[in-house]
């Protein structure tokens, strides 16, 4: 089970999902989030963690010029798109690439145009915050989503729903943010433990 937990901003809560077992951490970019962080800030964490956890950068409808300059910057090990970027803009990045995707409207028509080689990250949809609402999304409707695609389910993840949720998807992964936060970019390292006890033996896969 490939384990992301988002949002990071701090080297202590970084360091303490990679000790537990997290495949990945990702720190966002986008100017609107209550979770952005410094450049400095993702870098420095990024070399005090060599090799021992993938780092995503989360954008938003940012220029193709600006996300390549931060994800060679970090350096990033890929970047997760959470706006309404279309598959020539993905397809155009020079980087492995998560693309979250909403379950509404055309969205089986969305996800097939999408490259082949593109995880995707299902979410709620929110067009305003763009992720890290803690609102769930439709289980029923994203198993159809990851019999077709590698997905990593988010979305009100947490504790108390992680394996039930883990159990109805069967996705490739799970990403975490709000259940898991003291305040937007604050982790809660007693809820960061209890996440990945509730996900049991399962977590640490880096297989991607």
């Given at each position: 089970m490939f384990v992301k937990v988002c949002g990071i901003t701090r080297l202590e809560d970084a360091r303490l999902a990679a000790d537990l077992g997290a495949a990945a951490i990702g720190f966002v970019f986008w100017p609107g989030s209550p979770r952005i962080v410094a450049l400095e800030a993702a870098q420095a964490i990024t070399s005090a963690l060599a090799g021992q956890?993938?780092?995503v950068g989360v954008f938003v409808d940012q220029p193709v010029e600006l996300v390549d300059r931060i994800a060679?910057?970090?350096?990033l090990s890929a970047v997760q798109l959470h706006g309404s970027e279309s598959p020539d803009y993905v397809a155009r990045l020079p980087h492995r690439a998560i693309?979250?995707?909403t379950l509404e409207g055309d969205w089986?028509?969305?996800v097939a145009a999408l490259p082949p080689d593109v995880m995707?990250?299902?979410d709620a949809h929110d067009p305003v915050r763009h992720g890290g609402t803690g609102q769930l999304v439709d289980w029923q409707a994203a198993v159809e989503v990851a019999e077709r695609r590698r997905t990593i389910l988010s979305g009100g993840l947490r504790a108390a729903n992680v394996a039930a949720a883990i159990?109805?998807?069967r996705p490739f992964?799970?990403?975490v943010s709000s259940g898991v936060?003291?305040?937007p970019g604050v982790k809660d390292p007693d809820r960061l433990r209890a996440l990945f006890e509730a996900i049991g033996p399962r977590h640490g896969d880096t297989g991607w």
């Open positions: 956890v993938l780092t060679r910057a970090v350096p693309k979250a995707v089986r028509q969305r995707l990250l299902v159990a109805a998807v992964g799970v990403d936060e003291i305040r």
